[in-house]
């Protein structure tokens, strides 16, 4: 275990992790991180007495321990941990530097989303969001004005697609992965509500 902690822990966070555990006869928490669709997913569990694997890190929480899965390092290393406690709002409030997709070519795509595609549909309340990246066809969910849009397959169509292919040019298709029957004007009429793969 190194002598070093891979994250750190707020006073807030400290305090959370005894307030939880007073009463109980576990001796501290374990954090598991992994990446799912360009984000990360934190889960919290108790670890019993005898429960601690000696391989995971641990940061001290006064009496009690916050381990952190030795498999996440990788995805939580230099990580602010922090507790957030706002009248009924409470919640874990972690300032992660890693980036959250494992590939540099999902890290650019789900990038040119961010600063070129999104600002311009963000103007009629859309967004476009890379959920996955396999054998170069890109995957993407569609949220606010254009899910349910009877402009959405145009959008994806004309605009998205181009964008990407120019820029990428190993890209050779696009699943629109979204559940349009669910959208405030739905226009699909198929079970999964996806729209075939787009091929240049």
Partial sequence: ?????????????????????????????????????????????YVAPGGADPRDFALPCGEYQF???????????GSTIDYSSTGLAQAWVIDNPNPAWDSELAREISKVFNETINPGLAEHGGHIKLVDLKENIVYVEMSGGC????????????GVIRI?????????????????????????????????????
């Fill in 147 to 158: 899910q349910g849009c009877a402009m959405a397959g145009k959008t994806l169509y004309h």
């Fill in 164 to 200: 990407l292919s120019e820029k990428f040019p190993q890209i050779t298709g696009l699943v629109d992965t979204t559940n349009h029957t669910a959208g405030a004007a739905p226009f699909f009429t198929t079970e999964t509500g996806t729209i075939p793969t787009f091929k240049n």
């Fill in 1 to 45: 275990m190194p002598n070093h902690p891979i994250a750190t822990l707020t006073e807030k966070a400290v305090q959370k992790v005894r307030q939880a555990l007073q009463g109980r006869s576990d001796i501290g928490v374990r954090l598991t991180v992994i990446r799912e669709a360009g984000d990360f997913k934190y889960k919290f569990d």
């Fill in 67 to 77: 381990f952190i899965n030795r498999e996440s390092e990788t995805l939580i290393k």
